[in-house]
């Protein structure tokens, strides 16, 4: 019982000396003084991590959009409400569904992406083939693929809040009848842009930090092996998520919770 | 010509994702922005403040001129203490001003609607609004309107 | 110290969790000359190789290069003496996003500030030394495994270094991929008065270049001398190598208890 608890509690410490290390490997990486070359790298990433990322964000939202209008209709109606949808389709995704979706979305695709390119770097000995030409890995290959995370995805959850409210537009408006002028109306005075709209960005910064801290260690610390590369994507895709979801309830709790 | 094409892409991408956020400002939020930093902070008393809380509208003539930002009790008065922030630009509401606890429509929620009285000086940041109108409380009404009907048999 | 040994590798010990890899080696390897470091599978040919180059550092004893400890160095002394060794690694860890051209390119562009003209000049010339100058344009996936690493070659001898370190060089490679690799080494370490030391067990082709090879075994130096003193050895453990016997002083069988207590089935 004793040794179960012991057992416990090294678990723990375990787990708090790896996120200490994946903090400093973060701060080695990205304080540092960016060179004319740093830019057209991170561009390079952007490209990568964020346009490649376009199409799924683009069609998931119009489609979440679309169910938001369409759910959010059946039930208003019921109460012969339906010109709320707006306000309801908009204050659903700009404040929850945009940011944890996109998110959950940016961790499967690309921060999955990173962790197996940067491992499969390892595995080629190309990140200690760098150190050997005394460059480091940590600048030249963690540093661009972490800003590069941090600066798609909230543009990212924008854009995904936006395609999505002309999905439930679609729907509402287009497709059942509601009047456009209360669909934007309504909207119009439920959303507040500095407590809603950017409170979801302010989420989608925490995400993006969160996936792709997750991502680069995974791929920078994993083993060298198909297995160990393997595994550290799953592991990528696994704790992100988990901490995607577990950081919204937080956020939410500390944004909306004062809000009865 | 592949750069090009990579380094195009990487900025539409940016462009789309700030004119994303613009659009979000002003065609979903409609350039509502909460107004904290220009207002100034009122009170009123009411019997009865049921149904109230904080975020709720605070209204003039129909128009929204600040909210709610909490509804506790005044320990001397032992009446509900309503705290506002109304609007910076909102400096015409006369000292003898009321408050009444209104709702919107049958079981709508419950805001704070103004009335401006015809005193020359205004209210000003910390002041108290005496003239209160409290909250319909359904059930009282139910109970009163039951009494009268029993009385009047 | 005498300024001829490049490397001299003192009391080293490394540790794998409790399994010691090597346990007080002692070698030394002199300048100009194309040095062997063979042995069995598992006895920590590459491990010694990433002590040289300092990825690695040992746990016991030093190991100076160039007549600098360095484990002691910090990290921009390490870069510099860095930019006087070339690595050539097992895969040959070209970086796949940049082509043949640029990946020969990057060590001189990292380091050096050379014109656009000088640079291309200079490329192509070790480009042409491997003979892969038509290939410059191609991509690190188009390349078959012996023309990457004859490019990774190219990319390790771009900044002229003094000493070179080949991980199996030979592994993996068709008999003509292996001529020309063996060419190259011996070529470049003339032509250049390099120092070379690879990593191999791949014996006839490693001793037909070297001049010195270093057998190491039980996590220690076995013999060194001259590849034809290493053929007339009477050590049973090098005589085992040498003639690739499958059981002998470095037995066929994993450590394990006898037979006869692990099978099942059968009572005392």
Known sequence: ?260 | MNKKWLELSVGLMMVAGVAALVALALQVSGGNMSRNAQSYAISALFENAAGLGPKAKVTMAGVTVGEVVSVVIDPNALMAKVNMEIYGQVDYLSIDSSASILTAGLLGEKYVGLTVGAEEEVLVDGDVIEDTQSALVLEELIGQFLLNFGDNK | MATDDIINIQNVSFYRGDRAIFKNLNCVISAGKITAIMGPSGSGKTTLLRLISGQLQPHEGQIRLFGQDIAALNRKQLTQIRTRMGVLFQSGALFTDLSVFENVAFPLREHLHLSVDELYNKVLLKLEAVGLRGARDLMPSQLSGGMARRVALARAVAMEPELILYDEPFAGQDPIAMAVLQRLIKDLNCAMHLTSVLVSHDIAEACAIADQVILLGEGRVLVQGTPAALQASNDPAVKQFIHGEADGVIPFHFFAPPLQQELRGKSE
């Open chain 1, 1 to 260: 019982m004793i040794g179960l608890i012991a057992d416990l509690g090294s678990g723990f410490l375990g787990k708090l000396v790896r996120i200490g290390q994946a903090w400093l490997m973060l701060m080695q990486a990205i304080i540092v003084q960016p060179k004319a070359s740093s830019l057209s790298r991170l561009i390079q990433q952007l490209y990568v991590v964020g346009v490649q990322s376009l199409i799924i964000i683009l069609v998931s939202a119009l489609f979440i959009g679309m169910v938001l209008g369409l759910q959010g209709y059946t039930l208003l109606a019921a109460y012969g409400t339906e010109q709320a949808v707006g306000q309801m389709v908009a204050l659903t995704l700009v404040r929850e569904l945009s940011p944890v979706v996109a998110a959950l979305l940016f961790a499967g695709r690309a921060g999955s992406a990173l962790t197996a390119e940067i491992g499969l770097m390892k595995a080629t000995e190309q990140l200690a083939s760098l150190e050997m030409f005394g460059v480091d890995p940590l600048h030249r290959i963690v540093a661009p693929r972490f800003w590069a995370g941090i600066i798609s995805l909230p543009l990212l959850v924008a854009i995904f809040s936006l395609v999505g409210i002309y999905g439930g537009h679609l729907v509402a408006v287009d497709w059942l009848g509601v009047y456009s002028g209360s669909y934007w109306g309504n909207m119009q005075q439920a959303v507040d842009f500095n407590g809603d709209v950017l409170n979801g960005m302010v989420k989608a910064l925490v995400f993006a930090f969160l996936i792709s801290w997750t991502a680069v260690y995974q791929g920078y610390t994993c083993v060298p092996t198909s297995q160990g590369i393997s595994a550290a994507t799953t592991r990528t895709v696994v704790y992100s998520s988990l901490a995607i979801l577990g950081f919204d309830f937080i956020l939410t709790a500390l944004m909306f919770g004062g809000t009865v």
